[in-house]
């Protein structure tokens, strides 16, 4: 089953965005951690971008709004990571924020398009079954992997793109 879980494109409204800041929370509180007022204002900024977001860009965002220094920016994101709260997409050297924190993550797969930078965080259970039964096969156990896959977007594809 091919779920679509997360269209960067579509920015979430802010009731929404509440409700996912507040899930992050909730997850982080679970885990005996806290998403501190940096973290949620990182983790806030990449759940509204419309695109990834490089560090550099978060930070210059945050500049704005509060004295953020770059390495309390890094261990916010290094944080974030961990959780799974947000991707880094290492072909863009970019951010994402993750579609369904609560998935397994044994094997993510992005659609990136190389036009608009539109990323999509497929969870593809065949796909990821599929590259462990490989790897069984080689004698290698997967831990984890990330599949990152270039193209074109529907709407870059259809020469519609806005982005
Ligand atoms: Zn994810
Ligand atoms: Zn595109």
Redesign the pocket.
């Known amino acids: 089953m091919t779920a679509k879980l997360a269209i960067a494109e579509a920015a979430s409204p802010p009731p929404a965005l509440e409700r996912r800041l507040n899930a992050a929370a909730t997850a982080c509180e679970r885990e005996g951690e806290t998403l501190t007022p940096l973290r949620r204002a990182v983790l806030a900024l990449v759940l509204q971008a419309r695109r990834p977001l490089t560090a550099y860009q978060l930070l210059e965002q945050l500049r704005t709004a509060r004295r953020a220094a770059p390495p309390t920016i890094y261990r916010a994101l290094d944080f974030l990571l961990a959780r799974r709260l947000v991707h880094r997409i290492e072909r863009l050297g970019a951010f994402v924020a993750c579609a369904e924190p609560e998935h397994e993550h044994a094997l993510v797969q992005f659609l990136i ?1 190389r ?2 930078d ?1 990323v999509v965080e497929l969870d593809d259970h065949d796909v990821g079954e599929a590259v462990a039964a490989a790897a069984r096969s080689a004698g290698f156990r997967l831990e984890h992997a990330v599949i990152e896959v270039d193209g ?2 529907a ?2 594809a259809a020469g519609s ?1 806005r ?1």
């Open positions: 398009c036009q608009c539109a074109l977007c709407a870059c793109c982005g």
